[in-house]
């Protein structure tokens, strides 16, 4: 099992900035996905940034060139730096993990969600 505590939401101003961080406990393989997602009111959730063990990343077309991922290993710390925030942001954010064993097995687990509101 893995246990994911999200903090650093919160509101803001447009063109603002918030910081999620998101630390990761249990058993998480060597091989995961850490990254974020979000969901808006009537919307499904979405993909946001995601960062593999490797350091790799993926952005949703939408926030490149605004929002950083960057994870610590020795930690099992992933972090989401959300910078020139737009009303379109506001949605509440979740932390996921996706581990694999080595038999290719992948477990799947979230976080309890963090509301970002970007509004005048």
């Known amino acids: 099992q893995v246990q994911l505590v999200e903090s650093g939401g919160g509101s803001v101003q447009p063109g603002g900035s918030l910081r999620l961080s998101c630390a990761a406990s249990g058993s998480i393989f060597s091989r995961n996905v850490m990254g974020w997602y979000r969901q808006a009111p009537g919307k499904q959730r979405e993909l946001v940034a995601h960062i593999i063990s490797g350091g790799t990343t993926n952005y949703a077309d939408s926030v490149k060139g605004r929002f950083t991922i960057s994870r610590d290993n020795a930690k099992n710390t992933v972090d989401l730096q959300m910078n020139s925030l737009k009303p379109e942001d506001t949605a509440v954010y979740y932390c996921?993990?996706?581990?694999?064993?080595?038999?290719?097995?992948?477990?799947?687990?979230w976080g309890q969600g963090t509301q970002v509101t970007v509004s005048s």
């Open positions: 996921n993990v996706a581990t694999t064993t080595a038999r290719g097995t992948t477990y799947n687990y």
